[in-house]
């Protein structure tokens, strides 16, 4: 009965969340993959449209089943205010350092493939809002489900070591459809990441510098490509 009760547990708390973070990204990877073959893949709504499916794939459905975790609340998955004040330096070290290293390296034209995801040749302030906000939406879920649901159950059954290890794989294996650049890139961003959001204890670090990361990825490229006349 014991033994049961320890797989039982051990299959909640870690295979259940792992095989959850495989699922939704392989069901959110086949939704770009069709888009993909669109001609308008790249308009406006179909690029919202797959940053609401990812909301719902790693934000609303993870909440919904938080049930299945024994033990585990919103808060203990890292949604806090516990150690927000400490995390603030974090976040305006790290937001620095990843707008200036895009700054340089969005002049790579390679750099250009994926960004900015909307390709629109006039941009007013409305659109400027929507791109914002739904970035901010599916990188929140996305921080969720990977630095809160993900994590912290690994560190508490596994160790920190397996945890971070486990983490930054499948954190790094979701960005391999747009390159082996994001792959590799993905891999010292995300133990550093993970690193801070267990030192904290919430994701607030973890999101604002993805956020960063996005945004300034996004509006670099837009003024790239408005400056040398060139959408993708």
Same mark, same amino acid.
């Given at each position: 009965m014991g033994t049961i009760n320890t797989v039982e547990f051990f299959s909640r708390n870690i295979i259940i969340p792992i095989l959850y973070v495989l699922f939704s990204s392989l069901a959110l990877f086949l939704i770009i993959h069709i888009n993909?073959?669109?001609e308008k893949a790249k308009n406006v709504r179909p690029v919202i449209l797959i940053r609401l499916c990812g909301i719902i794939l790693f934000g609303i459905?993870?909440?919904s089943f938080l049930w299945i975790l024994p033990g585990y609340t919103i808060s203990q998955l890292g949604i806090n205010m516990d150690k927000f004040a400490g995390s603030l330096i974090w976040i305006v070290i790290l937001g620095v350092l990843l707008?200036?290293?895009? +700054? +340089?390296?969005?002049?790579?034209?390679?750099s250009l493939r994926n960004y900015p995801q909307i390709q629109k040749e006039s941009w007013n302030f409305n659109l400027v809002l929507i791109n914002t906000l739904s970035w901010a939406g599916y990188l929140f879920a996305y921080e969720f489900m990977f630095r809160g649901l993900l994590l912290f159950p690994l560190v508490n059954h596994l160790g920190v070591v397996a945890a971070i290890i486990i983490n930054t794989i499948l954190y790094s294996a979701t960005h391999f459809y747009k390159g082996i650049?994001?792959?590799?890139? !993905?891999?010292?961003?995300?133990i550093v990441l993970c690193l801070l959001t267990?030192?904290?204890?919430?994701?607030?670090? !973890?999101? +604002? !510098?993805?956020?960063?990361? !996005?945004?300034?990825?996004e509006y670099f490229a837009l003024?790239?490509?408005?400056?040398?006349?060139n959408l993708l």
């Open positions: 993909k073959k669109s459905i993870p909440v707008v200036s290293m895009n +700054f +340089f390296l969005i002049r790579n034209p390679k650049q994001e792959v590799i890139g !993905a891999i010292p961003l995300g267990i030192e904290y204890g919430n994701i607030w670090i !973890a999101f +604002f !510098a993805h956020l960063c990361l !996005a945004l300034s990825c003024f790239r490509q408005q400056k040398t006349g």
